[in-house]
Protein backbone atom coordinates (compact mmCIF):
# COMPACT_ATOMS: atom_id res chain seq x y z
CA UNK A 1 0.00 0.00 0.00
CA UNK A 2 1.19 3.42 -0.70
CA UNK A 3 2.03 6.05 1.39
CA UNK A 4 1.19 10.10 0.56
CA UNK A 5 2.00 12.94 2.61
CA UNK A 6 0.71 16.64 1.70
CA UNK A 7 3.60 19.33 2.33
CA UNK A 8 1.49 22.21 3.70
CA UNK A 9 3.51 24.44 5.36
CA UNK A 10 5.09 27.84 4.83
CA UNK A 11 7.84 29.88 5.73
CA UNK A 12 9.33 33.49 5.21
CA UNK A 13 12.64 33.89 4.17
CA UNK A 14 14.43 37.79 4.97
CA UNK A 15 17.24 38.09 2.60
CA UNK A 16 20.68 40.83 1.86
CA UNK A 17 20.84 42.48 -1.16
CA UNK A 18 22.27 40.56 -3.74
CA UNK A 19 26.04 41.45 -3.97
CA UNK A 20 28.92 39.74 -5.73
CA UNK A 21 31.60 37.68 -4.79
CA UNK A 22 35.46 38.38 -6.77
CA UNK A 23 38.54 36.35 -6.47
CA UNK A 24 40.31 37.46 -3.46
CA UNK A 25 43.58 37.77 -5.46
CA UNK A 26 44.14 39.16 -8.95
CA UNK A 27 43.52 36.34 -11.69
CA UNK A 28 43.98 36.48 -15.39
CA UNK A 29 42.37 38.36 -17.92
CA UNK A 30 42.25 35.92 -20.98
CA UNK A 31 39.65 33.64 -23.02
CA UNK A 32 39.08 30.09 -22.90
CA UNK A 33 37.21 28.11 -25.32
CA UNK A 34 34.79 25.79 -23.96
CA UNK A 35 34.48 22.38 -25.69
CA UNK A 36 31.94 21.44 -28.33
CA UNK A 37 30.62 18.64 -25.85
CA UNK A 38 30.07 21.75 -23.51
CA UNK A 39 28.30 24.27 -25.75
CA UNK A 40 25.35 22.06 -27.30
CA UNK A 41 22.03 23.28 -27.16
CA UNK A 42 20.84 20.52 -24.59
CA UNK A 43 23.06 22.20 -21.59
CA UNK A 44 22.38 26.38 -22.37
CA UNK A 45 20.21 26.51 -18.91
CA UNK A 46 21.22 27.02 -15.22
CA UNK A 47 20.70 23.76 -12.76
CA UNK A 48 19.87 24.73 -9.19
CA UNK A 49 20.88 22.76 -6.17
CA UNK A 50 20.50 22.89 -2.85
CA UNK A 51 22.44 21.53 0.11
CA UNK A 52 20.76 21.07 4.16
CA UNK A 53 23.16 21.07 6.96
CA UNK A 54 22.41 21.01 10.87
CA UNK A 55 23.58 22.52 13.98
CA UNK A 56 26.64 22.14 14.78
CA UNK A 57 27.13 23.14 18.69
CA UNK A 58 30.72 23.46 18.03
CA UNK A 59 30.52 26.14 15.76
CA UNK A 60 27.96 28.21 17.83
CA UNK A 61 29.08 31.88 17.51
CA UNK A 62 30.21 31.16 13.69
CA UNK A 63 27.91 32.41 10.65
CA UNK A 64 28.44 30.29 7.97
CA UNK A 65 27.68 33.07 4.99
CA UNK A 66 30.90 34.82 6.30
CA UNK A 67 32.67 31.21 6.59
CA UNK A 68 30.99 30.77 2.90
CA UNK A 69 31.49 33.65 1.27
CA UNK A 70 35.11 34.26 2.17
CA UNK A 71 35.97 30.65 0.92
CA UNK A 72 34.13 31.12 -2.19
CA UNK A 73 36.47 34.73 -2.99
CA UNK A 74 40.04 32.29 -2.21
CA UNK A 75 38.46 29.38 -4.79
CA UNK A 76 37.54 32.12 -7.09
CA UNK A 77 41.39 32.14 -7.52
CA UNK A 78 41.92 28.65 -8.37
CA UNK A 79 38.50 28.38 -10.68
CA UNK A 80 38.59 31.86 -12.08
CA UNK A 81 36.62 31.01 -15.44
CA UNK A 82 33.76 30.73 -12.99
CA UNK A 83 34.48 34.79 -12.36
CA UNK A 84 34.09 35.77 -15.74
CA UNK A 85 31.46 35.86 -17.90
CA UNK A 86 30.11 33.66 -21.53
CA UNK A 87 30.19 35.28 -24.29
CA UNK A 88 29.50 34.19 -28.15
CA UNK A 89 31.35 33.76 -31.14
CA UNK A 90 31.44 32.89 -34.59
CA UNK A 91 28.95 29.67 -35.59
CA UNK A 92 27.74 29.73 -32.16
CA UNK A 93 30.80 28.63 -30.29
CA UNK A 94 30.65 29.67 -26.74
CA UNK A 95 33.93 31.05 -24.97
CA UNK A 96 34.87 32.32 -21.48
CA UNK A 97 36.00 35.91 -21.46
CA UNK A 98 38.05 35.35 -17.87
CA UNK A 99 37.04 39.15 -16.66
CA UNK A 100 36.95 38.62 -12.82
CA UNK A 101 33.43 40.44 -12.96
CA UNK A 102 32.63 37.40 -9.97
CA UNK A 103 29.48 35.36 -9.08
CA UNK A 104 26.39 36.16 -6.98
CA UNK A 105 25.66 35.62 -3.75
CA UNK A 106 22.78 36.07 -1.15
CA UNK A 107 22.57 35.48 2.54
CA UNK A 108 19.40 34.46 4.09
CA UNK A 109 17.47 34.45 7.24
CA UNK A 110 13.99 32.14 7.34
CA UNK A 111 12.16 31.56 9.66
CA UNK A 112 11.93 27.76 10.34
CA UNK A 113 13.92 24.95 11.69
CA UNK A 114 15.00 21.96 9.49
CA UNK A 115 12.61 19.73 11.92
CA UNK A 116 9.82 21.86 10.87
CA UNK A 117 10.86 20.76 7.32
CA UNK A 118 10.08 17.16 7.92
CA UNK A 119 10.12 14.86 4.67
CA UNK A 120 10.03 17.91 2.84
CA UNK A 121 13.83 18.04 2.57
CA UNK A 122 14.07 15.33 0.73
CA UNK A 123 10.93 16.58 -1.86
CA UNK A 124 12.41 19.84 -2.62
CA UNK A 125 12.75 19.12 -6.32
CA UNK A 126 8.83 21.12 -7.31
CA UNK A 127 7.37 23.19 -4.60
CA UNK A 128 7.60 26.52 -4.75
CA UNK A 129 8.60 27.13 -0.95
CA UNK A 130 12.26 27.08 -1.83
CA UNK A 131 12.18 29.42 -4.49
CA UNK A 132 13.34 31.99 -1.93
CA UNK A 133 16.07 29.90 -0.56
CA UNK A 134 17.79 30.19 -3.86
CA UNK A 135 16.26 33.34 -4.94
CA UNK A 136 16.23 34.01 -9.11
CA UNK A 137 18.06 38.01 -9.25
CA UNK A 138 16.30 39.94 -11.78
CA UNK A 139 18.19 39.42 -15.04
CA UNK A 140 21.46 36.87 -13.87
CA UNK A 141 20.21 33.54 -15.63
CA UNK A 142 21.05 34.34 -19.21
CA UNK A 143 23.69 32.21 -21.03
CA UNK A 144 25.97 34.96 -22.04
CA UNK A 145 27.13 37.97 -20.22
CA UNK A 146 25.89 37.02 -16.95
CA UNK A 147 26.88 35.65 -13.55
CA UNK A 148 28.24 31.86 -14.30
CA UNK A 149 27.13 31.23 -10.87
CA UNK A 150 24.41 32.44 -8.20
CA UNK A 151 25.08 31.03 -4.39
CA UNK A 152 22.58 31.50 -1.18
CA UNK A 153 23.57 30.55 2.20
CA UNK A 154 20.06 30.96 3.90
CA UNK A 155 20.76 30.65 7.97
CA UNK A 156 17.76 28.80 10.09
CA UNK A 157 16.11 29.06 13.31
CA UNK A 158 18.03 25.87 14.88
CA UNK A 159 21.26 27.14 13.66
CA UNK A 160 21.23 25.21 11.07
CA UNK A 161 21.65 26.33 7.14
CA UNK A 162 20.72 25.88 3.60
CA UNK A 163 23.45 26.31 1.22
CA UNK A 164 21.93 27.07 -2.67
CA UNK A 165 23.81 27.10 -5.30
CA UNK A 166 23.13 27.95 -9.36
CA UNK A 167 25.21 26.90 -12.02
CA UNK A 168 25.17 27.69 -16.12
CA UNK A 169 25.52 23.97 -17.40
CA UNK A 170 27.50 24.70 -20.54
CA UNK A 171 30.54 25.44 -17.84
CA UNK A 172 29.98 22.22 -15.63
CA UNK A 173 28.25 18.86 -15.05
CA UNK A 174 27.32 17.59 -12.00
CA UNK A 175 30.15 16.12 -10.85
CA UNK A 176 32.56 18.99 -12.36
CA UNK A 177 30.25 20.92 -9.86
CA UNK A 178 30.78 19.15 -6.94
CA UNK A 179 34.67 19.38 -7.09
CA UNK A 180 34.08 23.00 -7.39
CA UNK A 181 31.77 22.93 -4.16
CA UNK A 182 33.86 19.91 -2.18
CA UNK A 183 36.90 22.85 -3.06
CA UNK A 184 35.01 25.91 -1.53
CA UNK A 185 34.23 23.57 1.47
CA UNK A 186 38.23 22.70 1.77
CA UNK A 187 38.97 26.38 2.17
CA UNK A 188 36.51 26.81 4.34
CA UNK A 189 37.53 24.47 6.72
CA UNK A 190 41.09 25.76 6.98
CA UNK A 191 43.41 24.66 3.58
CA UNK A 192 44.87 26.84 1.54
CA UNK A 193 44.46 25.25 -2.06
CA UNK A 194 42.06 22.74 -3.17
CA UNK A 195 43.23 19.13 -2.87
CA UNK A 196 42.08 18.47 -6.41
CA UNK A 197 43.41 21.55 -8.72
CA UNK A 198 40.91 22.52 -11.50
CA UNK A 199 41.67 21.17 -15.06
CA UNK A 200 40.10 23.19 -17.82
CA UNK A 201 41.83 21.49 -21.40
CA UNK A 202 38.37 21.25 -23.02
CA UNK A 203 39.77 20.70 -26.19
CA UNK A 204 39.72 16.78 -24.67
CA UNK A 205 36.19 16.86 -25.85
CA UNK A 206 36.84 19.08 -29.04
CA UNK A 207 35.72 17.82 -32.34
CA UNK A 208 38.09 15.82 -34.71
CA UNK A 209 39.92 17.40 -38.03
CA UNK A 210 37.74 17.27 -39.86
CA UNK A 211 34.66 16.01 -37.98
CA UNK A 212 33.12 12.73 -38.77
CA UNK A 213 29.70 11.03 -37.67
CA UNK A 214 30.78 7.19 -37.40
CA UNK A 215 28.01 6.29 -34.92
CA UNK A 216 24.09 6.41 -34.76
CA UNK A 217 22.82 8.72 -32.54
CA UNK A 218 19.01 8.37 -32.34
CA UNK A 219 19.23 10.74 -28.96
CA UNK A 220 19.71 13.51 -31.81
CA UNK A 221 17.21 12.32 -34.24
CA UNK A 222 15.22 15.57 -35.65
CA UNK A 223 11.65 14.73 -34.65
CA UNK A 224 8.52 16.39 -35.52
CA UNK A 225 6.51 17.47 -32.61
CA UNK A 226 2.85 16.45 -33.59
CA UNK A 227 -0.35 17.00 -31.53
CA UNK A 228 0.00 13.27 -30.62
CA UNK A 229 3.13 13.58 -29.18
CA UNK A 230 2.86 16.87 -27.51
CA UNK A 231 2.37 16.73 -23.68
CA UNK A 232 0.25 19.63 -22.28
CA UNK A 233 2.60 21.27 -19.46
CA UNK A 234 -0.23 22.99 -17.77
CA UNK A 235 -1.35 20.46 -15.10
CA UNK A 236 1.59 18.70 -14.89
CA UNK A 237 1.67 16.45 -11.66
CA UNK A 238 4.80 15.00 -9.32
CA UNK A 239 5.41 12.27 -7.48
CA UNK A 240 8.20 10.84 -5.62
CA UNK A 241 8.50 7.12 -5.94
CA UNK A 242 10.62 5.25 -3.26
CA UNK A 243 12.42 2.41 -4.01
CA UNK A 244 13.29 0.12 -1.15
CA UNK A 245 15.96 -3.21 -1.62
CA UNK A 246 12.80 -5.16 -0.79
CA UNK A 247 10.92 -3.71 -3.69
CA UNK A 248 13.62 -3.75 -5.59
CA UNK A 249 14.37 -7.27 -5.37
CA UNK A 250 10.98 -7.79 -5.77
CA UNK A 251 10.90 -6.51 -9.14
CA UNK A 252 14.13 -8.26 -10.16
CA UNK A 253 12.41 -11.65 -9.50
CA UNK A 254 10.06 -10.75 -12.03
CA UNK A 255 13.19 -10.93 -15.02
CA UNK A 256 14.42 -13.95 -16.59
CA UNK A 257 16.97 -15.36 -14.91
CA UNK A 258 19.46 -13.80 -17.71
CA UNK A 259 18.81 -10.61 -17.00
CA UNK A 260 18.59 -10.92 -13.14
CA UNK A 261 22.07 -9.70 -12.68
CA UNK A 262 21.18 -6.16 -13.99
CA UNK A 263 21.60 -3.12 -12.23
CA UNK A 264 19.55 -1.44 -9.51
CA UNK A 265 19.49 1.71 -12.20
CA UNK A 266 18.63 -0.29 -15.23
CA UNK A 267 15.91 -2.10 -13.27
CA UNK A 268 14.23 1.17 -12.14
CA UNK A 269 15.03 3.38 -15.32
CA UNK A 270 12.87 -0.23 -17.55
CA UNK A 271 10.00 -0.24 -14.88
CA UNK A 272 9.77 3.83 -14.87
CA UNK A 273 9.82 4.08 -18.57
CA UNK A 274 7.67 1.60 -19.11
CA UNK A 275 4.96 2.57 -16.60
CA UNK A 276 4.82 5.82 -18.08
CA UNK A 277 4.46 4.73 -21.24
CA UNK A 278 1.65 2.85 -20.85
CA UNK A 279 0.14 6.31 -18.64
CA UNK A 280 0.60 8.72 -21.76
CA UNK A 281 -1.51 6.29 -23.56
CA UNK A 282 0.41 7.62 -26.85
CA UNK A 283 -0.35 5.60 -30.25
CA UNK A 284 0.68 2.00 -30.36
CA UNK A 285 2.73 3.25 -33.71
CA UNK A 286 4.59 5.99 -31.68
CA UNK A 287 8.10 6.06 -31.60
CA UNK A 288 9.24 6.32 -28.15
CA UNK A 289 13.31 6.63 -27.11
CA UNK A 290 15.11 6.01 -23.75
CA UNK A 291 17.94 8.57 -23.16
CA UNK A 292 20.78 7.01 -20.83
CA UNK A 293 23.26 9.68 -19.37
CA UNK A 294 26.75 8.59 -18.85
CA UNK A 295 29.64 9.87 -17.02
CA UNK A 296 32.77 9.75 -19.45
CA UNK A 297 35.24 9.89 -16.49
CA UNK A 298 35.32 6.36 -15.56
CA UNK A 299 35.24 5.50 -19.42
CA UNK A 300 37.64 7.87 -20.98
CA UNK A 301 41.19 7.38 -19.85
CA UNK A 302 42.37 10.79 -21.38
CA UNK A 303 39.96 12.78 -19.20
CA UNK A 304 42.49 14.42 -16.47
CA UNK A 305 42.16 14.61 -12.79
CA UNK A 306 40.54 17.52 -11.89
CA UNK A 307 38.38 18.03 -15.60
CA UNK A 308 35.22 20.12 -14.33
CA UNK A 309 33.68 20.22 -17.95
CA UNK A 310 30.85 18.42 -19.32
CA UNK A 311 32.15 14.97 -19.87
CA UNK A 312 28.72 12.67 -20.31
CA UNK A 313 26.46 11.44 -23.04
CA UNK A 314 23.26 10.15 -23.67
CA UNK A 315 23.04 7.11 -25.70
CA UNK A 316 19.47 6.14 -27.14
CA UNK A 317 17.45 3.65 -27.59
CA UNK A 318 14.39 3.75 -29.66
CA UNK A 319 11.43 1.38 -29.88
CA UNK A 320 7.22 1.84 -30.28
CA UNK A 321 5.10 2.42 -27.69
CA UNK A 322 3.11 -0.96 -28.42
CA UNK A 323 6.44 -2.62 -28.38
CA UNK A 324 7.29 -0.89 -25.08
CA UNK A 325 3.83 -1.61 -23.48
CA UNK A 326 3.14 -4.94 -24.68
CA UNK A 327 6.15 -7.19 -23.92
CA UNK A 328 7.43 -7.78 -20.15
CA UNK A 329 9.68 -5.81 -18.04
CA UNK A 330 12.73 -7.61 -19.24
CA UNK A 331 12.16 -5.89 -22.94
CA UNK A 332 12.71 -2.55 -21.49
CA UNK A 333 15.90 -3.54 -19.79
CA UNK A 334 17.51 -4.94 -22.68
CA UNK A 335 16.63 -1.81 -24.70
CA UNK A 336 18.51 0.31 -21.73
CA UNK A 337 21.07 -2.28 -21.48
CA UNK A 338 22.04 -1.97 -25.53
CA UNK A 339 21.68 1.71 -25.24
CA UNK A 340 24.55 1.60 -22.55
CA UNK A 341 26.73 -0.76 -24.42
CA UNK A 342 27.36 1.81 -27.25
CA UNK A 343 29.21 4.26 -24.84
CA UNK A 344 32.62 3.92 -26.54
CA UNK A 345 35.35 6.30 -26.91
CA UNK A 346 34.84 6.19 -30.74
CA UNK A 347 30.80 6.64 -29.66
CA UNK A 348 32.04 9.71 -27.82
CA UNK A 349 34.23 11.17 -30.65
CA UNK A 350 31.21 10.94 -33.19
CA UNK A 351 28.75 12.74 -30.44
CA UNK A 352 31.15 15.59 -30.51
CA UNK A 353 31.50 15.84 -34.24
CA UNK A 354 28.15 15.55 -34.69
CA UNK A 355 27.62 18.63 -32.52
CA UNK A 356 30.17 20.58 -35.21
CA UNK A 357 28.80 18.95 -38.22
CA UNK A 358 24.78 19.20 -37.24
CA UNK A 359 25.47 23.23 -34.93
CA UNK A 360 25.16 21.95 -31.78
CA UNK A 361 21.55 20.50 -31.71
CA UNK A 362 19.65 20.01 -28.40
CA UNK A 363 18.45 16.20 -27.90
CA UNK A 364 15.35 14.85 -29.40
CA UNK A 365 12.57 15.52 -26.70
CA UNK A 366 9.83 14.13 -28.54
CA UNK A 367 8.50 10.72 -27.51
CA UNK A 368 11.95 10.87 -25.13
CA UNK A 369 12.28 9.99 -21.82
CA UNK A 370 15.95 10.16 -19.58
CA UNK A 371 16.71 9.11 -16.19
CA UNK A 372 20.05 10.12 -15.05
CA UNK A 373 21.54 8.14 -12.02
CA UNK A 374 22.90 10.73 -9.91
CA UNK A 375 23.65 8.74 -6.93
CA UNK A 376 27.57 8.79 -6.68
CA UNK A 377 27.97 12.57 -7.71
CA UNK A 378 28.16 13.26 -4.19
CA UNK A 379 26.35 16.62 -3.42
CA UNK A 380 25.54 15.55 0.57
CA UNK A 381 29.11 14.94 1.01
CA UNK A 382 30.60 18.70 0.93
CA UNK A 383 31.59 19.44 4.04
CA UNK A 384 32.04 23.19 4.84
CA UNK A 385 32.87 22.27 8.90
CA UNK A 386 29.23 21.88 9.67
CA UNK A 387 29.53 17.88 8.50
CA UNK A 388 27.74 16.46 5.69
CA UNK A 389 24.98 17.91 4.00
CA UNK A 390 21.81 15.80 5.78
CA UNK A 391 20.64 15.93 2.12
CA UNK A 392 22.01 17.41 -1.10
CA UNK A 393 21.11 18.19 -4.75
CA UNK A 394 18.95 18.76 -7.23
CA UNK A 395 15.86 20.96 -6.33
CA UNK A 396 14.32 20.00 -10.35
CA UNK A 397 13.37 16.69 -10.21
CA UNK A 398 11.34 15.05 -12.86
CA UNK A 399 11.26 17.97 -15.48
CA UNK A 400 8.58 17.71 -17.42
CA UNK A 401 8.76 19.27 -21.23
CA UNK A 402 6.05 19.56 -23.73
CA UNK A 403 7.90 16.78 -25.70
CA UNK A 404 9.97 14.31 -22.93
CA UNK A 405 10.41 14.04 -19.40
CA UNK A 406 13.95 14.30 -17.36
CA UNK A 407 13.77 12.48 -13.99
CA UNK A 408 16.90 11.01 -11.74
CA UNK A 409 17.79 7.86 -9.22
CA UNK A 410 18.75 10.11 -6.24
CA UNK A 411 19.92 8.17 -3.05
CA UNK A 412 16.91 8.11 -0.43
CA UNK A 413 16.53 7.36 3.66
CA UNK A 414 12.93 6.38 3.98
CA UNK A 415 11.23 7.52 8.13
CA UNK A 416 12.50 3.97 9.11
CA UNK A 417 16.62 4.45 8.01
CA UNK A 418 15.98 2.25 5.06
CA UNK A 419 18.50 3.41 2.17
CA UNK A 420 16.66 3.27 -1.11
CA UNK A 421 16.51 4.91 -4.14
CA UNK A 422 13.99 7.62 -4.54
CA UNK A 423 12.41 8.21 -8.27
CA UNK A 424 10.79 12.20 -8.98
CA UNK A 425 8.12 12.03 -11.56
CA UNK A 426 6.76 14.40 -13.91
CA UNK A 427 3.56 13.89 -16.10
CA UNK A 428 0.44 15.64 -17.08
CA UNK A 429 -1.91 14.87 -14.32
CA UNK A 430 -4.33 12.37 -15.60
CA UNK A 431 -1.78 10.01 -16.55
CA UNK A 432 -0.05 10.77 -13.38
CA UNK A 433 -3.34 9.18 -11.91
CA UNK A 434 -3.10 6.42 -14.62
CA UNK A 435 0.79 5.55 -13.83
CA UNK A 436 -0.33 5.37 -10.06
CA UNK A 437 -3.30 3.04 -10.24
CA UNK A 438 -1.06 0.76 -12.52
CA UNK A 439 2.27 1.07 -10.19
CA UNK A 440 -0.42 0.30 -7.41
CA UNK A 441 -1.73 -2.53 -9.05
CA UNK A 442 1.78 -3.85 -10.03
CA UNK A 443 3.44 -3.43 -6.32
CA UNK A 444 3.02 -6.14 -3.81
CA UNK A 445 5.59 -4.81 -1.33
CA UNK A 446 4.80 -1.21 0.18
CA UNK A 447 5.52 2.02 -1.72
CA UNK A 448 6.49 5.16 0.07
CA UNK A 449 5.45 8.31 -2.38
CA UNK A 450 4.79 11.82 -1.94
CA UNK A 451 3.01 13.48 -4.22
CA UNK A 452 2.92 17.68 -4.98
CA UNK A 453 0.91 19.09 -7.57
CA UNK A 454 2.85 21.92 -9.79
CA UNK A 455 1.05 24.72 -10.29
Not at 112 to 120: M, N
Request: glycine share 6%; proline share 6%; charged share 20%.
Amino acid sequence: MAMTQTIDFTFKVQKCEPEVIVPSNPTPHEFKQLSDMDDQESFKFHVPLLNFYEHNPNLEETDPAKIIKEAIAKTLVFYYPFAGRLREGPGRKLFVECTGEGILFVEADADVTLQQFGDALQFSSSLSMFEDIIYNVPNSDKIVNSPLLLVQVTRLKCGGFIFGIRFNHTMADGFGLVQFMKAIAEIARGAFAPSIFPVWQRAFLNARDPPRVTCRHHEYDQVVVTEDTLIPIDNMAHRFIFFSPLQISALRHTLPIHLRHCSSFELIAAYVWRLRTIALQLSPEEEVRFLCPMNLRSKINSLPIGYYGNAFVFPAELTTAAKLCGNPLGYAVELIRKAKAKMTKEYVKSVVDLMVIKGRPHYSEAGSFIISDIRRIGFEEVDFGWGKAIFGGLTTGGLGTSAGTISYCIPFMNKNGEKGIMVPLCLPAIAMKRFMAEFHAMSSVEQLVDEVDSH
